[in-house]
């Protein structure tokens, strides 16, 4: 079955430390997207990316970085300059069909815990 | 920019009952797309409806319906006999049809109860 696959679905980083967050789509959708949810908020765009080698930051990328080398991954991370990292993350995807757009398409996120 | 305001943080419904969430946007674009999106405990975010602004007709999925205003910038939802499981945050969301470097534009949000 098509999907997006987000891992690890808990997450514990120690202050000062850069973690990783896996975000893995095998819809071969063209673009990719990071948010940050903070509880009882809605969502927040991090990054997200068009096309394969390029992204371009969102409302709140500072403190984040993102890389896509390949169409279906787009990971994210966390950086020590994020401050106040401790929420839950999704990743989304979307495309295009007949130049139309459908929505997109979630993973079932990563919560993100400062300890 | 545009804007999505959903003016109601809580609202709560009997199972089985008719409930409608409300969804205001502001934009001066002609052509661009709406959604509904579901977020249950689990946090898995989940698409109820979509509505494309230049089709008059009111999307419908099932139980779940919208009442498309285009003139008054309005986009509300009605759940149709409700039940446990419509319990979730819903949120509305607006993206421009233009294809280039276009992103959602989410509202802040409803939580529906869903009383037995």
């Known amino acids: 079955d098509g999907g997006i696959t987000q891992s690890p679905k808990y997450l514990f980083r120690k202050e000062g430390q850069n973690v990783t967050l896996s975000c893995e789509q095998n819809?071969?959708?063209?673009?990719m997207y990071w948010y940050r949810q903070d509880p009882g908020q809605g969502l927040r765009l991090i990054y997200y990316s068009q096309i394969v080698n390029d992204f371009q930051k969102g409302d709140i990328a500072e403190g984040y970085s993102v890389s896509r080398e390949k169409k279906e991954s787009f990971p994210l991370t966390v950086t020590s300059a994020q401050k106040n990292p401790t929420a839950f993350y999704l990743c989304?995807?979307?495309?295009?069909?007949?130049?139309?757009?459908?929505?997109?398409?979630f993973g079932s996120g990563t919560r993100l815990t400062v300890v | 920019a545009q804007t999505v305001t959903q003016s109601q943080p809580e609202m709560s419904v009997q199972e089985a009952e008719t409930v409608t969430l409300s969804c205001t946007y502001d934009?001066?674009?002609?052509?661009?797309?709406l959604f509904w999106y579901k977020q249950p405990p689990s946090r898995q975010m989940i698409l109820v409806i979509r509505q494309e602004a230049y089709k008059q007709q009111n999307a419908t999925e099932n139980r779940f319906s919208v009442n498309f205003q285009k003139a008054a910038k309005s986009f509300s939802l009605k759940i149709s006999d409700s039940q446990l499981g419509d319990a979730a945050m819903y949120f509305c969301?607006?993206?421009?049809?233009?294809?280039?470097?276009?992103?959602?534009?989410f509202g802040p949000g409803t939580r529906l109860s869903v009383l037995p």
């Open positions: 989304a995807s979307s495309t295009l069909t007949g130049g139309r757009f459908y929505g997109y398409t």
């Open positions: 934009t001066s674009e002609s052509d661009y797309y």
């Open positions: 819809l071969n959708h063209d673009a």
């Open positions: 969301a607006y993206r421009s049809a233009d294809n280039y470097g276009q992103n959602f534009v």
